[in-house]
């Protein structure tokens, strides 16, 4: 039904005034119902229907009206309905029929609305979860697949009116530097007129001990009403709005303090104009500048300390080079896919993740993962996108694009580590609810007890004192800023932490297991030995010689022992010889033709069975490599024994030091394996492992894991197999090399994105140092409360110094967690 509209009329949806010839009514059964058009009729009804009309209780918009998103041009005269199909939107991660997407909300105004959209959401038939956060107005959903879509999940919070648009950084970019922006604004036009405001407060001051007429007097203080009205209620006006907002919802906040304090200083100034007493709008004035000033230096420091992500983002570049046929042609690396073939000249960016199926070079990996050293890369070997091409020119096959990319995949991760939080963030949470409704009883008793021995006025500014200085900003910074700077510094250092919570479990850890092959060795067989038959203690043989026919029989091997003797000689300059009728003989050996003599490598009982005598000596030597670890390979020309070569999985160079760090932090270190006890004890008295788990089948990892947690310890475990991933899910801290399976790391709450120990011993390293910067933090939170609030309460403090003081507590806590970095 439609009605002529008055002009007081407001919509009962948007808010918006009615001015119109035309409203439209609808029955409800809590009276009737006024809308500004038929589109707010339909999206109330819904809401209703859905149970959801709390919201308009609950609701707290900054300004009437629909949101300006929804008034731009491309969605004006566009019905949208719920269900309808909507734009296509890539997702950031698939999982089966389960698929998930990072959406922005524009249009979110209060907590109410985060409410609403994620309980919408949530009634959506095949909605897995959604998650709405607040502070960066980011939905995290997940759906099945086969029974809704993406579009439909866009559909449906259009329809209650919001734009849902994918997440990109540089979105996020741009909300922070208008967030700063606004910042720098606010406190530009309070500084400007709290300027102006001191100097007339500097008259005013000489008056009172000097003497003043009441005619300058009056227009002195009427100046200051006018320079301290901008400064409070337009520089102030977030912290006014934060207020009244946490009074409306009922409960109290940071915002409420210090509107609290400025108001209560205003208020008393304009009374005390027309009553003849002293005026304290400068009070008032300094007290929104100073805490604007802690706001906007915190806010900038944040963002400092979060700008991990858009560092490693702006590490790929734009274009790529695309090979087709003998042309080069330049493109936008958006568009290249998977299998195409890109070029990379010296001294430029890698754009994409490749294999590298021509030429050399040398890459710098360091900014995607914190190793110093040039890497080598030659046919065959993994590129990563952001690396930095040395001398070389390369082609490479393209593997991975997009989210798939290792860039972006760490980029994700460092996303999510930072919007955790920590446990022990709750506890600070938990203590500034209770905190700020007793700062409130302690100013109203200290106003009360002072209102009995001095002027009401001089009781109301000691009161102010104490509201502005016990104001837990410092309190609430302490925890979110040190997980924002240690996640972001991790990052750097090539350490992807998943979430704030990581960072506190391993900060309790005390016991480190290690998985042997790939974690604590190199998980690549090397050559230790080459021995030739002994006699006299003389060894008979030319060690090169062994090397240079085992390595020619065996270059035809696929065996990683063979492998392992072949890249022996060609890195030791060593000669391989043609060879011909090669034969392997599976479990035992190979055999070959090497300048027409038959040539045998492989096990003893092998050589025995081709007539080959091993002297005694010699089994004596290869017995004394095999209690030390070594695997025994015997070679043979003809029937006779040439050597014997003595092969390992050796330690990373950097293991022992790492193990040696990790135990200097209290921290007890263990290996864990499948291989035999002899080699496992030879690997764990080469890098100082005192418990060693041998002959563990991959299955029984997990369980391990489990007996040492039932023992009482916090256990992280740090592996790189598939075999791990059972394991490393089970422990309170599971750590992946990304060298290793993507199964390992997905299971895993941290990646090393470096192949070494001695990131592992970091990451324990940073957890403790960012623990230590929280209860640093933390202490001077509650320190400077416990110190300041009495000082206020006995008039030491003024309100302007109080100000000061709390701002500078804020600054404190961040400049500390940014040591971090």
């Known amino acids: 039904m439609e009605h002529a509209a008055s002009a007081s009329l407001l919509c009962d949806h948007c808010l918006l005034p009615i001015t119109g010839n035309q409203v439209v009514l609808a029955d409800h059964p809590s009276g009737h119902k006024t809308f500004c058009c038929r589109a707010c009729r339909a999206i109330y009804r819904m809401i209703q229907e859905e149970g959801l009309g709390d919201f308009y209780n609950k609701r707290d918009w900054r300004s009437v009206g629909i949101p300006e998103p929804l008034r731009r041009p491309d969605l004006q005269g566009t019905e949208i309905l719920p269900g309808e199909p909507g734009p296509h939107i890539p997702t950031i991660n698939s999982n089966g029929s389960c698929q998930e997407a990072d959406l922005m909300v524009d249009g979110i105004r209060c907590s109410s609305c985060v409410w609403l959209i994620e309980k919408i959401l949530e009634r959506t038939p095949g909605m897995v979860t959604a998650r709405v956060n607040f502070a960066t107005h980011r939905a995290l959903v997940r759906w099945d697949s086969s029974r809704t879509t993406l579009g439909s999940i866009i559909s449906r919070i259009r329809a209650i009116g919001y734009l849902a648009r994918p997440y990109t950084p540089a979105a996020q970019e741009e909300a922070l530097r208008q967030q700063n922006r606004d910042l720098l604004l606010r406190l530009g036009t309070a500084s400007f007129f709290s300027m102006q405001l001191m100097l007339l407060s500097f008259g ?143 001294g430029e960016t890698i754009p994409l993740d490749g294999a590298v199926t021509h030429g050399s070079t040398e890459v710098d990996e360091s900014l995607v993962t914190g190793e110093a050293s040039p890497v080598v890369k030659t046919a065959g070997s993994q590129v990563i996108g952001g690396s930095m091409n040395g001398l070389g020119t390369i082609t490479v096959e393209v593997t991975h694009t997009g989210q798939e990319m290792v860039i972006a995949r760490i980029a994700e991760l460092v996303q999510r580590a930072q919007a955790a939080a920590a446990p022990i963030q709750r506890f600070a949470d938990r203590v500034s609810t209770y905190f700020i409704p007793s700062v409130i009883t302690v100013s109203a008793a200290t106003y009360w007890y002072w209102y009995h021995y001095v002027s009401a006025g001089h009781a109301m500014l000691i009161a102010v004192s104490v509201l502005v200085i016990a104001c837990p900003c410092a309190l609430g910074l302490a925890t979110p800023v040190a997980i924002l700077a240690g996640t972001g510094a991790a990052a750097r250092k090539g350490i992807l932490v998943k979430g704030g919570d990581i960072l506190e479990r391993m900060h309790k850890v005390d016991t480190v297991l290690l998985d042997k092959t790939g974690t604590v060795t190199t998980g690549k067989m090397q050559v230790t030995e080459t021995m030739g038959p002994v006699a006299g203690g003389q060894g008979l043989e030319n060690d090169d010689d062994i090397i240079r026919y085992a390595a020619s029989a065996e270059q035809r091997s696929e065996h990683l022992l063979g492998a392992a003797i072949v890249r022996f000689a060609q890195e030791h300059g060593i000669s391989i010889l043609q060879s011909g009728s090669f034969n392997a003989v599976p479990g035992q050996g190979v055999s070959a033709t090497v300048e027409g003599k038959r040539v045998v490598v492989g096990k003893r009982t092998l050589l025995e069975q081709k007539g080959v005598e091993i002297l005694p000596g010699m089994v004596v030597q290869a017995r004394r490599l095999e209690n030390n670890g070594r695997t025994v390979v015997y070679v043979a020309r003809e029937k006779e024994l040439l050597g014997i070569i003595g092969l390992m999985d050796m330690p990373k160079p950097d293991a022992a030091a790492a193990v040696l760090r990790l135990k200097r932090m209290g921290i007890n270190v263990a290996m864990i394996t499948g291989d035999n006890r002899e080699t496992a004890r030879v690997i764990a008295d080469q890098t100082g492992i005192e418990d060693v788990l041998a002959e563990v089948l991959p299955e029984e990892k997990s ?119």
Request: glycine share 8%; net charge neutral.
């Open 703 to 821: 369980e391990k894991v489990g007996d040492l947690k039932q023992a009482g310890k916090v256990v992280s475990m740090v592996g790189d197999g598939i075999n791990d991933a059972p394991a490393l899910a089970n422990a309170d801290v599971g750590m992946a090399m990304a060298s290793g399976s993507d199964i390992a790391m997905e299971s895993a709450d941290v990646v090393i994105m470096r192949s070494d120990l001695a990131s592992v011993a970091e990451a324990f390293d940073l957890s403790h140092g960012t623990f230590r910067v929280i209860k640093q933090n933390l202490f001077w939170a509650f320190f400077y409360n416990l110190a300041a609030i009495p000082l206020a309460m006995a008039g030491v403090l003024s309100p302007v110094v109080a100000a000061a003081a709390m701002a500078a507590s804020s600054v404190t806590v961040v400049l500390n967690s940014l040591r971090l970095r």
């Open 204 to 346: 005013l001051y000489a008056g009172y001990f000097q003497g003043i007429d009441p005619a300058t007097k009056q227009w002195l203080e009427l100046f200051s009403l006018l320079a301290c009205t901008p400064v409070l209620f337009h520089g102030g006006w977030p912290f006014l709005r934060g207020a009244f907002r946490a009074v409306r919802n009922r409960v109290l906040n940071m915002d409420a303090l210090i509107a609290l304090g400025g108001l209560s200083a205003y208020v008393l100034s304009i009374y005390q104009m027309f009553t003849g007493g002293e005026v304290y709008f400068d009070t008032a004035a300094m007290i929104i500048t100073l805490v604007l000033l802690g706001r906007y230096l915190e806010s900038s420091a944040k963002k400092n300390a979060s700008q991990a992500v858009s560092r490693l983002l702006a590490l790929q570049p734009k274009d790529a080079r695309v090979v087709r046929g003998e042309d080069r042609i330049i493109t936008d690396a958006s568009a290249v896919r998977k299998g195409d073939l890109i070029e990379i000249k010296p």
